[in-house]
C-alpha cells in the first residue's frame, strides 16, 4: 500500500527482464514535441518522426491529404545516433481537418513498404480515418487542457438545508443520507435524499484539497425525479435544489477560486410534464408542437428508447433550435452569462440528438451550440467547453466545428475495466448492455484497442474528453475491479492519460455500486455539534461500507503529480509496453517527458533502455505500491514487478534530443 517517493534502488537486475515491447516500433505523436509549430490556418508545421535502431529506411515518405488529393513530400533525415534516426517533413494546415500519414521504404528487409498512421505500422496500404489528424485551428479552451474535474449528483453529494423543512414533491420518496441507493426500477427516481447546491458550497474546501479545478453538475432545472433528465423547464433551477440564486451563488464561490462550472443540458428529450410538451399536446397548431415528432397527435410520438416520459425533440423545428440552440435568447446562451456565468455545456446522449430514422441532424445541434457559444466567448472573453456523452464511437462527430470532446466510455473506460476487471467476481456484472460477464483481457489487446479508437480522431479531441473510472451511469469501478489494489492502479491511468480526469463523487473514497443508480452514493460527511454536515471531515462509513481514506490519499497525491508535471496534462503519448499484466506509456512534452507504468498483477521485470526513451536518467520517481525501480547496467531503467502497483517517473532528456529543425 506505500508509494515510496525518490531515488531508485540499486541492484541488479531481475533474471527474465523484458524489453518495452513498442519500443521497436517507429514514434510520431501530435503533441507538441514531435509536432512543432503554432497551429492557425495556413501555417507549416515541422513533423518529428523518429525511426528506432533497426530499421534503416532509405526514405520516408510524408503523405497528406489537401483538398481531398494526396500531396507527398520527402522527409529529410536531420539526425543519426546509435539508437535510431530523426526525419522531419512538413505538414501544412490548409484544410480546417489535415490528415497526414508516413512510408518507411527499407528495400531488401523483411518489411520494405510500411506505413504508420495514428494506429501504429501496418504492411498494407491503409484507409485515411486511422491517419494522424490535426485541426488547423484548435478554438477549444484552453483551461480544459489543466482540468481536475468532480461529477457531482446534486441529491447525493451534500445538503445544506435540513430536506424536513422542505416541501417534498408527490414524486419524491424521502431517504435518510446513509442509506443504501435502490439498485433498479421505478424507485431509483423517486430516492430523495436532499443534497442541494449550498451543500456544494459548503464543501469546496475539500473538492480544492482533492486537487478539483472544475465541477460538473448533472441536471439541475426543475424535473420529476432525482437525475431531472426528464426536466420541466430549462428556465429555473429546481427549488429542491436551492432555486436559481443557489445556482448564482455556487458559481460565484467556485469562480472567486478560480474554478468552474460545467453543466448539464439534455437536447435530445425533454420531460412529458415539460411546459414545451405540455403546449404541444394542448394544441396541436401551437408553436411547441413542432418541437416533438409526433407521428399521430397527441398520444402518439417519439421518445429517448421509447420510454414515453421522455419525449424527444424534433430538430427540424428552427423555432426550437432558436429557443434551445441559437443565439443570446436560448437556453444554451442563457446560463453561460450573467447571473450565472457557468463555464460549458456537457450534452446528455449527445450522439442521438437529432437523429430520428431518415433525420439526421446531429452535426447541425452540435454546431449551433458551439456557435452560440463562440458569441458569449466574444461577448464575455471566456472560454468555453462543450462536450458529449457518447457511450460509443464518437470518433466521426468530433471532426467538424461542434463537441470538442466526449465522455470516453469506448476510449478510456471500457477499456481499462477490461483489463482491471475482477477475473473471478462473486456475482458478474453484464457489459454495459452485452448480455455477458465483463472481460478480462490482456494488455495487449487493450491497448491495441485504445490505439485505433484513439487514431479516428484529432488528438485535441481525446484532450479535451472526460476521462471516467466510473460515473452516474454505470456501475462503480471498485465493483468492476473488486479490489484496492486495482482501484488504485485505474486511479493512476486515470490522472495520467490523455483527457480530462472527471471523479466520479465517491470514487475517490472506495464508493461501489452494481449500477448507475447504485452507484449514485451519498458522501458521509461526518455531523458538526450542531448536526449539520461538517464541511471537510468525513465519517468513517458511507451507504457502501468503510470510508477508504488511503484511496483518497493516493487521489490526491495523483492531482499533485499532474499539476506539476506539463506532460501529463498537455503532452502527446507514446506507447512503450503493452504485455499481458503491464502496460506503459510515455507523455512526451518539451518540457520533460515523463514515463507511466501500470500493473495488474506480478509479472516478469521490465527493462527500459534510457536512450530508446530519449533520456539519459530520470528527474523524479513516484512508485506505488509493488513496482520498484532497480537500477543494473548503466542506461537502463529497470522495474522490478512484484504485484499491482504504478509508476509515474520523470524522464531527463537525452542530449542531443530530438534533432535540430531546419
Same mark, same amino acid.
Given at each position: 500500500?506505500?508509494?515510496?517517493?525518490?531515488?531508485?534502488?540499486?541492484?541488479?537486475?531481475?533474471?527474465?527482464?523484458?524489453?518495452?515491447?513498442?519500443?521497436?516500433?517507429?514514434?510520431?505523436?501530435?503533441?507538441?514535441?514531435?509536432?512543432?509549430?503554432?497551429? %492557425?490556418?495556413?501555417?507549416?508545421?515541422?513533423?518529428?518522426?523518429?525511426?528506432?535502431?533497426?530499421?534503416?529506411?532509405?526514405?520516408?515518405?510524408?503523405?497528406?491529404?489537401?483538398?481531398?488529393?494526396?500531396?507527398?513530400?520527402?522527409?529529410?533525415?536531420?539526425?543519426?545516433?546509435?539508437?535510431?534516426?530523426?526525419?522531419?517533413?512538413?505538414?501544412?494546415?490548409?484544410?480546417?481537418?489535415?490528415?497526414?500519414?508516413?512510408?518507411?521504404?527499407?528495400?531488401?528487409?523483411?518489411?520494405?513498404?510500411?506505413?504508420?498512421?495514428?494506429?501504429?505500422?501496418?504492411?498494407?496500404?491503409?484507409?485515411?480515418?486511422?491517419?494522424?489528424?490535426?485541426?488547423?485551428?484548435?478554438?477549444?479552451?484552453?483551461?480544459?487542457?489543466?482540468?481536475?474535474?468532480?461529477?457531482?449528483?446534486?441529491?447525493?453529494?451534500?445538503?445544506?438545508?435540513?430536506?424536513?423543512?422542505?416541501?417534498?414533491?408527490?414524486?419524491?420518496?424521502?431517504?435518510?443520507?446513509?442509506?443504501?441507493?435502490?439498485?433498479?426500477?421505478?424507485?431509483?427516481?423517486?430516492?430523495?435524499?436532499?443534497?442541494?447546491?449550498?451543500?456544494?458550497?459548503?464543501?469546496?474546501?475539500?473538492?480544492?484539497?482533492?486537487?478539483?479545478?472544475?465541477?460538473?453538475?448533472?441536471?439541475?432545472?426543475?424535473?420529476?425525479?432525482?437525475?431531472?433528465?426528464?426536466?420541466?423547464?430549462?428556465?429555473?433551477?429546481?427549488?429542491?435544489?436551492?432555486?436559481?440564486?443557489?445556482?448564482?451563488?455556487?458559481?460565484?464561490?467556485?469562480?472567486?477560486?478560480?474554478?468552474?462550472?460545467?453543466?448539464?443540458?439534455?437536447?435530445?428529450?425533454?420531460?412529458?410534464?415539460?411546459?414545451?410538451?405540455?403546449?404541444?399536446?394542448?394544441?396541436?397548431?401551437?408553436?411547441?408542437?413542432?418541437?416533438?415528432?409526433?407521428?399521430?397527435?397527441?398520444?402518439?410520438?417519439?421518445?429517448?428508447?421509447?420510454?414515453?416520459?421522455?419525449?424527444?425533440?424534433?430538430?427540424?423545428?428552427?423555432?426550437?433550435?432558436?429557443?434551445?440552440?441559437?443565439?443570446?435568447?436560448?437556453?444554451?446562451?442563457?446560463?453561460?452569462?450573467?447571473?450565472?456565468?457557468?463555464?460549458?455545456?456537457?450534452?446528455?446522449?449527445?450522439?442521438?440528438?437529432?437523429?430520428?430514422? #431518415?433525420?439526421?441532424?446531429?452535426? #447541425?445541434?452540435?454546431?449551433?451550440?458551439?456557435?452560440?457559444?463562440?458569441?458569449?466567448?466574444?461577448?464575455?472573453?471566456?472560454?468555453?467547453?462543450?462536450?458529449?456523452?457518447?457511450?460509443?464511437?464518437?470518433?466521426?462527430?468530433?471532426?467538424?466545428?461542434?463537441?470538442?470532446?466526449?465522455?470516453?466510455?469506448?476510449?478510456?473506460?471500457?477499456?481499462?475495466?477490461?483489463?482491471?476487471?475482477?477475473?473471478?467476481?462473486?456475482?458478474?456484472?453484464?457489459?454495459?448492455?452485452?448480455?455477458?460477464?465483463?472481460?478480462?483481457?490482456?494488455?495487449?489487446?487493450?491497448?491495441?484497442?485504445?490505439?485505433?479508437?484513439?487514431?479516428?480522431?484529432?488528438?485535441?479531441?481525446?484532450?479535451?474528453?472526460?476521462?471516467?473510472?466510473?460515473?452516474?451511469?454505470?456501475?462503480?469501478?471498485?465493483? %468492476?475491479?473488486?479490489?484496492?489494489?486495482?482501484?488504485?492502479?485505474?486511479?493512476?491511468?486515470?490522472?495520467?492519460?490523455?483527457?480530462?480526469?472527471?471523479?466520479?463523487?465517491?470514487?475517490?473514497?472506495?464508493?461501489?455500486?452494481?449500477?448507475?443508480?447504485?452507484?449514485?452514493?451519498?458522501?458521509?460527511?461526518?455531523?458538526?455539534?450542531?448536526?449539520?454536515?461538517?464541511?471537510?471531515?468525513?465519517?468513517?462509513?458511507?451507504?457502501?461500507?468503510?470510508?477508504?481514506?488511503? %484511496?483518497?490519499?493516493?487521489?490526491?497525491?495523483?492531482?499533485?503529480?499532474?499539476?506539476?508535471?506539463?506532460?501529463?496534462?498537455?503532452?502527446?503519448?507514446?506507447?512503450?509496453?503493452?504485455?499481458?499484466?503491464?502496460?506503459?506509456?510515455?507523455?512526451?512534452?518539451?518540457?520533460?517527458?515523463?514515463?507511466?507504468?501500470?500493473?495488474? +498483477?506480478?509479472?516478469?521485470?521490465?527493462?527500459?533502455?534510457?536512450?530508446?526513451?530519449?533520456?539519459?536518467?530520470?528527474?523524479?520517481?513516484?512508485?506505488?505500491?509493488?513496482?520498484?525501480?532497480?537500477?543494473?547496467?548503466?542506461?537502463?531503467?529497470?522495474?522490478?514487478?512484484? +504485484?499491482?502497483?504504478?509508476?509515474?517517473?520523470?524522464?531527463?532528456?537525452?542530449?542531443?534530443?530530438?534533432?535540430?529543425?531546419?
Amino acid at each position: 500500500m506505500a508509494s515510496r517517493l525518490g531515488q531508485a534502488r540499486p541492484g541488479a537486475v531481475p533474471s527474465g527482464a523484458v524489453v518495452g515491447s513498442c519500443l521497436a516500433e517507429p514514434h510520431h505523436d501530435t503533441g507538441p514535441s514531435y509536432l512543432v509549430g503554432h497551429r %492557425v490556418p495556413g501555417a507549416v508545421l515541422t513533423a518529428r518522426l523518429w525511426v528506432p535502431a533497426g530499421m534503416a529506411p532509405e526514405q520516408v515518405v510524408l503523405r497528406q491529404v489537401v483538398d481531398g488529393e494526396p500531396a507527398i513530400t520527402l522527409m529529410k533525415r536531420v539526425s543519426h545516433h546509435e539508437d535510431g534516426s530523426w526525419w522531419h517533413g512538413p505538414v501544412r494546415l490548409v484544410n480546417p481537418l489535415n490528415r497526414y500519414r508516413f512510408l518507411l521504404l527499407e528495400p531488401g528487409a523483411d518489411e520494405p513498404y510500411l506505413w504508420l498512421t495514428a494506429a501504429g505500422t501496418v504492411n498494407h496500404d491503409p484507409a485515411d480515418a486511422t491517419d494522424f489528424s490535426v485541426l488547423s485551428e484548435d478554438t477549444g479552451p484552453d483551461w480544459v487542457l489543466d482540468a481536475v474535474m468532480y461529477q457531482v449528483f446534486p441529491d447525493r453529494f451534500a445538503r445544506h438545508t435540513d430536506p424536513s423543512t422542505r416541501q417534498a414533491p408527490a414524486w419524491a420518496v424521502p431517504h435518510n443520507w446513509l442509506d443504501e441507493p435502490p439498485v433498479a426500477g421505478d424507485a431509483t427516481a423517486a430516492a430523495w435524499y436532499g443534497g442541494d447546491l449550498d451543500g456544494v458550497i459548503d464543501h469546496l474546501d475539500y473538492l480544492q484539497g482533492l486537487g478539483v479545478n472544475t465541477v460538473y453538475l448533472t441536471p439541475i432545472f426543475q424535473a420529476r425525479s432525482v437525475h431531472r433528465y426528464d426536466s420541466v423547464t430549462f428556465e429555473h433551477v429546481d427549488p429542491l435544489l436551492g432555486g436559481d440564486e443557489a445556482l448564482e451563488r455556487l458559481s460565484r464561490a467556485l469562480h472567486e477560486r478560480g474554478m468552474r462550472l460545467l453543466l448539464d443540458l439534455t437536447t435530445n428529450h425533454t420531460g412529458d410534464a415539460h411546459e414545451w410538451f405540455r403546449s404541444a399536446v394542448a394544441d396541436p397548431h401551437s408553436p411547441e408542437a413542432s418541437f416533438y415528432a409526433f407521428r399521430k397527435h397527441p398520444d402518439d410520438y417519439a421518445a429517448w428508447l421509447d420510454v414515453p416520459s421522455l419525449p424527444k425533440l424534433d430538430h427540424r423545428s428552427s423555432l426550437l433550435r432558436d429557443r434551445l440552440l441559437r443565439g443570446p435568447g436560448s437556453v444554451t446562451a442563457r446560463w453561460l452569462t450573467e447571473p450565472v456565468n457557468a463555464d460549458g455545456w456537457r450534452t446528455d446522449v449527445a450522439n442521438m440528438t437529432g437523429r430520428f430514422g #431518415q433525420v439526421d441532424l446531429n452535426h #447541425q445541434v452540435a454546431a449551433d451550440m458551439r456557435a452560440t457559444m463562440a458569441e458569449v466567448e466574444a461577448s464575455t472573453g471566456r472560454p468555453l467547453w462543450l462536450v458529449a456523452e457518447h457511450g460509443h464511437d464518437a470518433s466521426r462527430d468530433l471532426e467538424g466545428t461542434g463537441w470538442h470532446g466526449t465522455m470516453s466510455y469506448a476510449g478510456f473506460t471500457r477499456p481499462l475495466w477490461s483489463w482491471l476487471s475482477d477475473p473471478d467476481p462473486a456475482d458478474a456484472l453484464t457489459w454495459l448492455g452485452i448480455p455477458t460477464a465483463i472481460p478480462h483481457r490482456p494488455g495487449s489487446a487493450v491497448v491495441r484497442g485504445v490505439r485505433s479508437y484513439h487514431a479516428h480522431m484529432p488528438a485535441t479531441s481525446v484532450a479535451r474528453s472526460m476521462n471516467l473510472l466510473s460515473s452516474h451511469d454505470t456501475p462503480r469501478t471498485r465493483t %468492476v475491479v473488486g479490489s484496492r489494489d486495482a482501484h488504485l492502479v485505474a486511479a493512476t491511468a486515470l490522472f495520467t492519460a490523455p483527457g480530462v480526469p472527471t471523479v466520479f463523487a465517491g470514487d475517490e473514497l472506495g464508493a461501489t455500486g452494481r449500477t448507475g443508480e447504485h452507484s449514485r452514493t451519498t458522501i458521509p460527511w461526518a455531523l458538526a455539534p450542531d448536526g449539520t454536515q461538517h464541511h471537510t471531515e468525513l465519517a468513517d462509513h458511507g451507504s457502501w461500507g468503510p470510508v477508504d481514506r488511503a %484511496v483518497l490519499e493516493r487521489y490526491q497525491q495523483l492531482s499533485a503529480l499532474r499539476r506539476a508535471l506539463p506532460a501529463l496534462r498537455r503532452g502527446g503519448l507514446r506507447w512503450v509496453h503493452a504485455g499481458d499484466d503491464v502496460v506503459a506509456w510515455v507523455r512526451t512534452h518539451p518540457a520533460g517527458d515523463v514515463l507511466v507504468v501500470l500493473a495488474r +498483477g506480478a509479472a516478469a521485470p521490465l527493462r527500459l533502455p534510457l536512450a530508446t526513451l530519449h533520456a539519459c536518467g530520470t528527474t523524479a520517481q513516484t512508485c506505488f505500491d509493488d513496482i520498484e525501480i532497480v537500477y543494473g547496467e548503466a542506461g537502463t531503467l529497470n522495474l522490478s514487478v512484484l +504485484g499491482p502497483g504504478s509508476a509515474i517517473i520523470a524522464l531527463t532528456p537525452a542530449v542531443p534530443e530530438r534533432g535540430p529543425i531546419h
